[in-house]
């Protein structure tokens, strides 16, 4: 799945808590020893593990703040685009789906206050919100009508070619980003999506080195950006992965989890790493972890298969079941975020013919969505040197805070 904006700078705020930090770091170390396979992360992270924390109650303060602002001031459309860019952000950083339902209420909130002429900012933010739920044809729709409205920024071509390239419309996605490339040169934002199309044309090697330029980057932000740096890593660690190179991939995975201690997806990539590697009670920790933070359906499946491969059928099941129990709701709702995982899901587990009419609708079926929601560890190609499956790609985007500067940024 796509992975959205996160923006939370970190504060240093360790500097004046030393003996404090020091506490931390030995309980860390401690915990270390009785969890081997964490090691490296949680000894890297120890000192970012206090701001980690202070930077959450932080973003919660920011949304209470906001939350009371709209209560009061229920036609301010500016802060509840500021409302749904926290709740973007939240979903980026946990994987928790509420954040995207809330933000699009605030959007839709926004836009009823002010119309996309004077409320481009909204525009923007539905757009992102459309994107992030796999309604592409709908952020086709709105980008194109922001770039009319900011025929002068760059940041509605990025949106636009996000579109674009979601569909499956490669050369458009291409022209539109070559575009946005000549407007604002290299950055975080553009090379990851450049890297994108590399990967569509096997272009393996160049996707490898944008990516490297793109986390080097990341790592100059002012202020730090911390969440950028780990989505940059955790694509260089899944592009290591896809090669059967699983030493590099560890070290960008456990190096996302030094930057982001508690970033949803370097958890997940690395839950899938140790299953591959057959160390199965560290994956299925890893996978457990992960739901209890954020309860999405193909986490679940995810846990599902690694208990088939791990030999514990009966938990098999109740993953499986309450994977597909999800999906089936939330095509009830009328949404098509889970249609092609819904697809696969049949075609995977069961062959159900049923796998043939679910996902017309949601995108283009031979699009980046449809092929990284219906990856199977039990079907894909395998890596070499390796008897272990690997998943097909998947076309995520980077953190707002890569893809947008004050000048590019909608009011």
């Given at each position: 799945m796509q992975r959205h904006s996160s923006r939370i700078p970190i504060p240093l705020i360790w500097q004046n808590s030393v003996n404090s930090v020091k506490k931390t770091k030995t309980k860390l170390r401690n915990f270390a020893k009785l969890t081997e396979w964490i090691r490296p992360a949680i000894l890297s992270a120890g000192l970012l593990h206090a701001t980690t924390e202070a930077c959450r109650a932080d973003t919660a303060e920011k949304l209470r703040d906001l939350e009371a602002k709209v209560q009061t001031e229920p036609a301010d459309f500016v802060a509840w685009n500021k409302l749904a860019d926290?709740?973007?952000?939240?979903?980026?950083?946990?994987?928790?789906?509420?954040?995207?339902?809330?933000a699009d209420a605030a959007v839709e909130r926004s836009l009823k206050t002010a119309n996309p002429e004077f409320n481009r900012g909204g525009?923007?933010?539905?757009?992102?919100?459309?994107l992030a739920s796999h309604r592409f044809a709908e952020a086709r729709r709105d980008a194109e009508q922001l770039r009319t409205l900011m025929p002068d920024s760059g940041y509605p071509l990025q949106l636009l070619g996000d579109a674009l390239f979601n569909l499956g419309e490669y050369d458009d996605a291409e022209r539109v980003w070559a575009q946005m490339l000549?407007?604002?040169?290299?950055?975080?934002?553009?090379?990851?999506?450049?890297?994108?199309?590399?990967?569509?044309?096997?272009?393996?090697?160049?996707?490898?080195?944008?990516?490297?330029?793109?986390?080097?980057?990341?790592?100059?932000?002012?202020?730090?950006?911390?969440?950028?740096?780990?989505?940059?890593?955790?694509?260089?660690?899944?592009?290591?992965?896809?090669?059967?190179?699983?030493?590099?991939?560890e070290t960008h995975y456990t190096a996302a989890l030094s930057a982001q201690p508690d970033d949803s997806a370097a958890q997940d990539h690395?839950?899938?790493?140790?299953?591959?590697?057959?160390?199965?009670?560290?994956?299925?920790?890893?996978?457990?972890?992960?739901?209890?933070?954020?309860?999405?359906?193909?986490?679940?499946?995810?846990?599902?298969?690694?208990?088939?491969?791990?030999?514990?059928?009966?938990?098999?099941?109740?993953?499986?079941d309450r994977a597909l129990a999800a999906y089936l709701a939330s095509v009830q709702r009328g949404e098509v975020l889970y249609l092609h995982h819904l697809t696969g899901f049949y075609a995977d587990s069961t062959m159900n013919p049923r796998a043939l009419s679910t996902a017309p609708g949601a995108t283009s079926p031979c699009g980046p969505a449809s092929r990284r929601a219906t990856r199977s560890r039990g079907r894909c190609a395998k890596p070499a040197n390796s008897t272990k499956p690997r998943p097909c790609p998947r076309a995520p985007s980077p953190p707002a805070r890569a893809t947008r500067t004050s000048s590019t940024t909608p009011a």
């Open positions: 926290a709740h973007l952000s939240l979903l980026s950083a946990t994987g928790d789906l509420a954040h995207l339902t809330r525009l923007a933010m539905r757009t992102r919100v459309a000549a407007r604002d040169g290299s950055n975080p934002a553009t090379e990851p999506r450049l890297a994108q199309l590399d990967l569509i044309h096997g272009r393996v090697e160049r996707a490898r080195e944008r990516l490297a330029t793109a986390l080097e980057l990341a790592r100059k932000l002012t202020p730090p950006a911390p969440e950028t740096v780990a989505w940059c890593q955790v694509q260089l660690g899944e592009l290591a992965f896809r090669s059967g190179d699983w030493e590099t991939a690395l839950a899938e790493l140790r299953g591959a590697q057959g160390r199965f009670d560290e994956a299925l920790a890893l996978y457990t972890r992960a739901i209890e933070r954020a309860p999405r359906p193909e986490l679940m499946q995810a846990l599902g298969d690694l208990c088939i491969a791990a030999g514990q059928t009966g938990d098999a099941k109740l993953w499986r």
